[in-house]
């Protein structure tokens, strides 16, 4: 079992970065792979970036264009996500997900284990 609580969201100008955490309990994250998704207000959760068990591969949607990064720290049981160069489309909330697996996925309904999420909120 594995329990996810994100932080590290909020309101920031168009241009901001932010960096979301994911604090992992349970003896299982370092078994399992990573993932960050979003969600906007009348939209489909959608795959943000994933990162596998060691820290080596990692995965993002096409339309990050290099201005995310995911990372973990397996000592801390924690995955981050910093985010430069916000956009007011990045608005939306942000949630972290385990999947028991040495990979990630893109595939919302790939992960076993999901945060509640935090808001993130980019002005123009």
């Known amino acids: 079992q594995v329990q996810l609580v994100e932080s590290g969201g909020g309101l920031v100008q168009a241009g901001g970065s932010l960096r979301l955490s994911c604090a992992a309990s349970g003896r299982a994250f370092g078994s399992s792979s990573m993932g960050w998704f979003r969600q906007a207000p009348g939209k489909n959760r959608e795959f943000v970036a994933a990162?596998?068990?060691?820290?080596?591969?990692?995965r993002y949607a096409s339309w990050v264009q290099g201005r995310f990064i995911i990372s973990r720290d397996n000592a801390k049981n924690t995955v981050y996500l910093q985010m430069n160069s916000l956009k007011p489309e990045d608005t939306a909330v942000y949630s972290c997900?385990?999947?028991?697996?040495?990979?990630?996925?893109?595939?919302?309904?790939?992960?076993?284990?999901w945060g509640q999420g935090t808001q993130v909120t980019v002005s123009s």
């Open positions: 990162i596998d068990t060691s820290g080596g591969g990692r």
């Open positions: 997900a385990a999947k028991y697996s040495p990979h990630g996925t893109t595939y919302v309904g790939g992960y076993d284990y």
